[in-house]
Protein backbone atom coordinates (compact mmCIF):
# COMPACT_ATOMS: atom_id res chain seq x y z
CA UNK A 1 0.00 0.00 0.00
CA UNK A 2 2.79 1.93 1.05
CA UNK A 3 4.65 1.99 -2.73
CA UNK A 4 0.86 2.80 -4.27
CA UNK A 5 1.36 5.95 -1.96
CA UNK A 6 4.60 7.02 -2.93
CA UNK A 7 3.92 6.22 -6.77
CA UNK A 8 0.86 8.43 -6.70
CA UNK A 9 2.87 11.44 -4.82
CA UNK A 10 5.31 11.01 -7.33
CA UNK A 11 3.71 11.46 -9.81
CA UNK A 12 1.17 14.74 -8.07
CA UNK A 13 5.23 15.89 -7.71
CA UNK A 14 5.48 15.50 -11.84
CA UNK A 15 1.68 16.77 -12.80
CA UNK A 16 1.24 19.95 -10.12
CA UNK A 17 -2.55 20.38 -12.34
CA UNK A 18 -3.53 17.08 -10.58
CA UNK A 19 -3.69 18.62 -7.03
CA UNK A 20 -6.94 20.43 -7.50
CA UNK A 21 -8.99 17.32 -8.72
CA UNK A 22 -7.89 15.74 -6.04
CA UNK A 23 -8.80 18.36 -3.50
CA UNK A 24 -12.55 17.79 -4.88
CA UNK A 25 -12.48 14.13 -4.22
CA UNK A 26 -14.24 14.83 -0.78
CA UNK A 27 -16.43 17.19 -2.01
CA UNK A 28 -17.16 14.15 -4.18
CA UNK A 29 -17.44 11.51 -2.12
CA UNK A 30 -20.21 13.73 0.56
CA UNK A 31 -22.13 14.19 -2.76
CA UNK A 32 -22.45 10.39 -3.42
CA UNK A 33 -23.26 9.68 0.22
CA UNK A 34 -26.02 12.62 0.31
CA UNK A 35 -27.84 11.13 -2.80
CA UNK A 36 -28.73 7.70 -1.88
CA UNK A 37 -31.69 6.22 -3.39
CA UNK A 38 -35.47 6.28 -1.27
CA UNK A 39 -36.37 3.30 1.16
CA UNK A 40 -39.34 0.84 -0.25
CA UNK A 41 -42.51 1.62 1.53
CA UNK A 42 -43.39 -1.14 3.82
CA UNK A 43 -46.08 -2.27 1.51
CA UNK A 44 -43.58 -2.72 -1.37
CA UNK A 45 -41.46 -4.82 1.68
CA UNK A 46 -44.78 -6.86 2.39
CA UNK A 47 -45.54 -7.35 -1.07
CA UNK A 48 -41.66 -9.17 -1.97
CA UNK A 49 -41.99 -10.86 1.31
CA UNK A 50 -45.63 -12.64 0.57
CA UNK A 51 -44.52 -14.06 -2.81
CA UNK A 52 -41.13 -15.39 -1.26
CA UNK A 53 -43.00 -16.92 1.32
CA UNK A 54 -45.90 -18.26 -1.52
CA UNK A 55 -43.37 -19.65 -3.90
CA UNK A 56 -41.67 -21.66 -1.04
CA UNK A 57 -44.80 -23.04 0.26
CA UNK A 58 -46.06 -24.50 -2.89
CA UNK A 59 -42.78 -26.98 -3.08
CA UNK A 60 -41.81 -28.77 -6.06
CA UNK A 61 -44.58 -29.65 -8.97
CA UNK A 62 -45.78 -33.18 -8.72
CA UNK A 63 -45.02 -33.64 -12.50
CA UNK A 64 -41.05 -32.74 -12.24
CA UNK A 65 -41.03 -35.81 -9.88
CA UNK A 66 -42.77 -38.25 -12.14
CA UNK A 67 -40.36 -37.02 -15.46
CA UNK A 68 -37.72 -37.96 -13.11
CA UNK A 69 -38.59 -40.35 -11.84
CA UNK A 70 -39.36 -41.86 -15.74
CA UNK A 71 -36.50 -41.01 -16.24
CA UNK A 72 -34.48 -42.91 -13.80
CA UNK A 73 -36.61 -46.08 -14.91
CA UNK A 74 -35.59 -45.66 -18.09
CA UNK A 75 -31.74 -45.40 -17.34
CA UNK A 76 -32.07 -48.38 -14.85
CA UNK A 77 -33.71 -50.87 -17.87
CA UNK A 78 -31.20 -49.34 -20.31
CA UNK A 79 -28.14 -50.20 -18.18
CA UNK A 80 -29.66 -53.89 -17.19
CA UNK A 81 -29.92 -54.62 -20.47
CA UNK A 82 -26.53 -53.36 -21.89
CA UNK A 83 -24.60 -55.07 -18.95
CA UNK A 84 -26.64 -58.61 -19.89
CA UNK A 85 -25.38 -57.96 -23.51
CA UNK A 86 -21.98 -57.43 -22.44
CA UNK A 87 -22.34 -60.55 -19.60
CA UNK A 88 -23.59 -63.12 -22.18
CA UNK A 89 -21.28 -64.89 -24.64
CA UNK A 90 -22.41 -67.36 -26.83
CA UNK A 91 -19.74 -69.45 -28.40
CA UNK A 92 -19.99 -71.12 -31.27
CA UNK A 93 -19.84 -74.73 -31.93
CA UNK A 94 -17.11 -76.13 -33.91
CA UNK A 95 -18.60 -77.73 -36.68
CA UNK A 96 -20.60 -74.43 -37.18
CA UNK A 97 -17.53 -72.34 -37.17
CA UNK A 98 -15.77 -74.25 -39.90
CA UNK A 99 -18.68 -74.14 -42.43
CA UNK A 100 -18.59 -70.47 -42.05
CA UNK A 101 -15.04 -69.83 -42.96
CA UNK A 102 -15.59 -69.07 -46.89
CA UNK A 103 -12.62 -68.37 -48.95
CA UNK A 104 -11.73 -64.44 -49.86
CA UNK A 105 -13.58 -63.17 -53.32
CA UNK A 106 -10.09 -63.67 -55.40
CA UNK A 107 -9.14 -60.23 -56.74
CA UNK A 108 -5.72 -60.77 -58.50
CA UNK A 109 -4.15 -63.95 -58.90
CA UNK A 110 -0.71 -64.34 -57.61
CA UNK A 111 0.69 -64.67 -61.51
CA UNK A 112 -0.65 -60.89 -61.64
CA UNK A 113 1.32 -59.07 -58.90
CA UNK A 114 4.70 -58.04 -59.46
CA UNK A 115 6.51 -57.09 -56.34
CA UNK A 116 9.05 -54.71 -57.11
CA UNK A 117 11.04 -53.60 -53.78
CA UNK A 118 9.86 -54.51 -50.56
CA UNK A 119 11.42 -54.50 -47.01
CA UNK A 120 12.40 -57.79 -45.80
CA UNK A 121 10.58 -57.68 -42.76
CA UNK A 122 7.25 -57.19 -44.32
CA UNK A 123 7.47 -60.63 -46.54
CA UNK A 124 5.42 -62.32 -44.15
CA UNK A 125 2.21 -59.51 -44.41
CA UNK A 126 2.23 -60.53 -48.10
CA UNK A 127 -1.54 -61.69 -48.98
CA UNK A 128 -0.68 -62.24 -52.33
CA UNK A 129 2.77 -62.49 -54.93
CA UNK A 130 6.15 -62.96 -54.35
CA UNK A 131 8.89 -60.85 -52.55
CA UNK A 132 11.52 -59.25 -55.31
CA UNK A 133 14.08 -62.18 -53.84
CA UNK A 134 13.11 -64.94 -52.71
CA UNK A 135 16.24 -66.91 -52.72
CA UNK A 136 19.51 -66.51 -51.05
CA UNK A 137 21.15 -63.30 -52.90
CA UNK A 138 24.40 -64.34 -54.01
CA UNK A 139 27.16 -61.24 -54.99
CA UNK A 140 29.82 -61.16 -57.77
CA UNK A 141 32.59 -62.81 -56.78
CA UNK A 142 36.03 -61.27 -57.66
CA UNK A 143 36.97 -63.68 -60.40
CA UNK A 144 33.84 -62.88 -61.98
CA UNK A 145 34.37 -59.70 -62.94
CA UNK A 146 35.86 -58.29 -65.71
CA UNK A 147 36.78 -54.62 -66.69
CA UNK A 148 36.74 -54.25 -70.44
CA UNK A 149 36.43 -50.21 -70.43
CA UNK A 150 36.48 -47.44 -67.97
CA UNK A 151 36.23 -44.07 -69.41
CA UNK A 152 36.09 -40.45 -67.54
CA UNK A 153 32.76 -38.80 -66.52
CA UNK A 154 31.34 -36.16 -68.94
CA UNK A 155 30.45 -34.12 -66.12
CA UNK A 156 33.61 -34.29 -63.51
CA UNK A 157 36.29 -35.88 -65.88
CA UNK A 158 36.97 -38.17 -63.14
CA UNK A 159 37.33 -42.51 -63.18
CA UNK A 160 35.56 -45.12 -62.02
CA UNK A 161 37.67 -47.15 -59.51
CA UNK A 162 37.60 -51.06 -59.03
CA UNK A 163 38.10 -51.57 -55.19
CA UNK A 164 38.49 -55.15 -53.65
CA UNK A 165 36.80 -54.63 -50.27
CA UNK A 166 36.86 -57.20 -47.09
CA UNK A 167 33.93 -59.50 -48.51
CA UNK A 168 33.08 -57.81 -52.25
CA UNK A 169 34.38 -55.87 -54.62
CA UNK A 170 33.03 -52.44 -54.85
CA UNK A 171 32.57 -49.69 -58.09
CA UNK A 172 33.37 -46.28 -56.73
CA UNK A 173 32.12 -43.68 -58.48
CA UNK A 174 33.87 -40.45 -58.06
CA UNK A 175 31.28 -37.50 -56.89
CA UNK A 176 30.08 -34.69 -59.09
CA UNK A 177 31.79 -31.90 -58.69
CA UNK A 178 31.26 -28.23 -60.64
CA UNK A 179 33.75 -27.22 -63.06
CA UNK A 180 35.97 -24.86 -61.54
CA UNK A 181 36.03 -26.34 -57.66
CA UNK A 182 38.41 -29.43 -58.42
Known amino acids: MSADRDNLEDWLGENPQANDDLADLPHLRELYQSAWPPEPEESAWNDVYSRIHASIGRGRSPRRWWIFAAGSVAAAVLAVLLAH ?98
Open 85 to 182: SLWTTTVPEPATAMQSIEEPFPVVEPDDVVIICMDARDVAALVVGEPPVGDDLEFARPEDIRVIRCERCPFSGRFARLEQGDEVPMFVAAAAVEPGND
